[in-house]
C-alpha cells in the first residue's frame, strides 16, 4: 500500500493531466452538489471540486496520502477527509456523488472487495445519486513494463518496479530511492497488489448492487486501457 511512495506520489504522477480528468467527471457531475471521492490520495480533485462550489469528502487508507491532501486541501472550502476504508466507509449524510478514480479499484485483491466498494457507494448516494470509478485492463502490464520492468528516474528519486503474477492478483515489487543529497539516497521498499477485473462482471455486479448502468467508455486521452464506470442509483 501506499506509504513511502506516498511521498513521491505528486511528482510520479506529474504526467496525469488532472484538470483535463476532473473537466471529463464534470461531464456527468453537472449541478454542485456533495461529492465523496474514495482513495482520494493526496487530494487534487477534492481543490477543484471545493473551488468550483462543491462540499467534498475525501477518505483514503494512507496516513501519508491524507496528509498531504491536507495540505494541499488547508485554504479550500468545505472539505473533509477521513482516514477509512473504501469497502465500507459510511458517510454522515447521503452525498450526490461518488468517485473513485485512478484505478483505486484494481487495489482490491479480489472481487468480493470490490462488491463491497459498490454497496458502499450506493448506500452512501442519494437516490438518482452518480458513482464515477475507472478501472485498467491486464493490457496496462504491458503498456507499462518493458520486459516485465518498470523504471522512473526523476531529479528527487529512483523507483524501479518488478510484478510476479499469482493467480489473479499481480504483485508489484516497488524499490524506491529518495535522494537526501547529491549523492546519498534512503532505500525503501514496498509492494502493492493489483487485480485485474472483468468488465462485464463489474457490470453485472453493479446491476445485481441496483445501480442503472449510464456508460461504461474510455477515452482516447486517459488511455485505451482504462474504462471509466458511470453509474447511476
Ligand atoms: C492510485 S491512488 C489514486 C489516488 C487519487 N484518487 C488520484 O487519482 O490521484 C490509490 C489510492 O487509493 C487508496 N486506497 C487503496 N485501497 C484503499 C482502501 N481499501 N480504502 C481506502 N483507500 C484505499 C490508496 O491509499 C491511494 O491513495
Same mark, same amino acid.
Given at each position: ?9 505528486? *511528482? !510520479? ?20 452538489? @456533495? *461529492? ?10 477534492? /481543490?477543484?471540486?471545493? $473551488? ?6 475525501? /477518505?483514503?487508507?494512507?496516513? *501519508? ?11 479550500? $472550502? ?6 477509512? #476504508? ?8 447521503? *452525498? ?19 462488491? &463491497? ?19 485498467? @485492463? ?13 523504471? #522512473? ?5 529512483? @523507483? ?16 524506491? %530511492? ?19 477485473? &472483468? ?9 445485481? @448492487?441496483? %445501480? &442503472? ?8 486521452? !486517459?488511455?485505451?486501457?482504462? !474504462? !471509466? ?5
Amino acid at each position: 500500500m501506499h506509504k513511502e511512495f506516498a511521498n513521491i506520489y505528486d *511528482v !510520479f504522477m506529474e504526467s496525469v493531466n488532472y484538470e483535463d480528468w476532473y473537466k471529463y467527471l464534470r461531464k456527468y457531475i453537472k449541478k454542485a452538489g @456533495t *461529492v465523496l471521492d474514495l482513495g482520494c490520495g493526496t487530494g487534487e480533485f477534492l /481543490v477543484r471540486f471545493s $473551488k468550483d462550489g462543491f462540499s467534498s469528502i475525501g /477518505v483514503d487508507i494512507s496516513e *501519508v496520502m491524507l496528509e498531504i491532501a491536507g495540505d494541499k486541501t488547508k485554504e479550500s $472550502k468545505d472539505v473533509e477527509l477521513y482516514q477509512g #476504508d473504501i469497502r465500507n466507509f459510511r458517510a454522515e449524510k447521503p *452525498v450526490d456523488y461518488v468517485v473513485c478514480n485512478f484505478d483505486t479499484v484494481n487495489y482490491f485483491d479480489k472481487f468480493g472487495d470490490l462488491e &463491497d466498494f459498490l454497496l458502499c457507494s450506493y448506500e452512501n448516494l442519494k437516490e438518482n445519486g452518480i458513482l464515477i470509478f475507472d478501472v485498467v @485492463t491486464e493490457e496496462i502490464f504491458e503498456e507499462m513494463f518493458e520486459n516485465g520492468v518498470f523504471l #522512473d528516474e526523476k531529479e528527487n528519486y529512483l @523507483t524501479i518496479w518488478r510484478y510476479n503474477k499469482e493467480g489473479e492478483n499481480y504483485i508489484i515489487n516497488i524499490k524506491l %530511492f529518495i535522494r537526501e543529497k547529491e549523492n546519498l539516497f534512503r532505500n525503501y521498499e514496498e509492494v502493492h497488489v493489483k487485480t485485474i477485473f &472483468d468488465l462485464e462482471e463489474i457490470a453485472n455486479k453493479a446491476l445485481e @448492487t441496483g %445501480f &442503472d448502468i449510464v456508460d461504461i467508455k474510455n477515452d482516447e486521452e !486517459f488511455g485505451e486501457n482504462r !474504462f !471509466f464506470f458511470i453509474l447511476k442509483k
